[in-house]
């Protein structure tokens, strides 16, 4: 499938098997706090590595210039037509998180793709900080964005942010569980033939990662499994806003260390400089 870049966020699709994968940047701006308040474990030698790495995060001045990715996976489905995948839903329109420097784009980037907001099927959440979930619902009172998709989250998500943050759950998850479109789900499940959702926790208690399998490469869009080339560099280096920086570790060690007899591994990042990674 060929995908015309039109928008300066969008990336070509990345065919994987059956399916083509394609960046979609909602927004991007200016971190919060210094690169060094956000890492306070990495060493200037990781630095040194991760800006290498990664230079188009990193301004003039030192500052970590943040995107926001989601990412929509077009799997062909034969006479039937094709399916869409969307993975996260970004940081929304003007109601955008205070730290957040412009309201999202998304709907034009799906446009520029050639995909309308009743295409898409389904909507993976990785998990429920605000920068990933902005477009999955909107206006007052919240109406599902996407109104043909179930909405897919792992049920370890569902109850921490249901115990942790009634207004969040109220404005996000009750809308989507009053329309039938919310699907909580346990552990790692197939979605579709090469697509699946892989537990990755500790950035979140429910996060997960959504693993694309073609027969000589792996496309794991990582949520914020990692964050920053930083961690790429060096997995054991800890995000100042993980729930569990010992899961979190683990998490990201266990899908990165070791890859010997397996198709090459590439990620889709939600914040990186670069949407795709090999690693």
Partial sequence: MLISRTLPGMELG???GRATVIALTDAEGPFFQSRQAAFPEATTAQWQQADARDPAAVTADGRWWLRFRCFAIRLDAGPAGARTILVDAGVGPGNTPTWVPVPGRLPAELAAAGITPDEVDTVVLTHLHTDHLGWAVTGDPGTPYFRNARYLLQRTEVEAVRRAAPQLAARVLDPLADTGQ????DGEQRISPGVRLIPTPGH????QSVLVTGPDEELLITGDLLVHAVQL?????AYAHE?????ARRSRQALLADRAGRPALVLGTAHLGTPFVPV
């Fill in 14 to 16: 990345r065919p994987v």
């Fill in 182 to 185: 919310l699907t909580a789900v």
């Fill in 204 to 207: 979140t208690p429910g996060h």
């Fill in 233 to 237: 560099v060096a997995p054991e280096v």
């Fill in 243 to 247: 729930d569990d920086p010992v899961a």
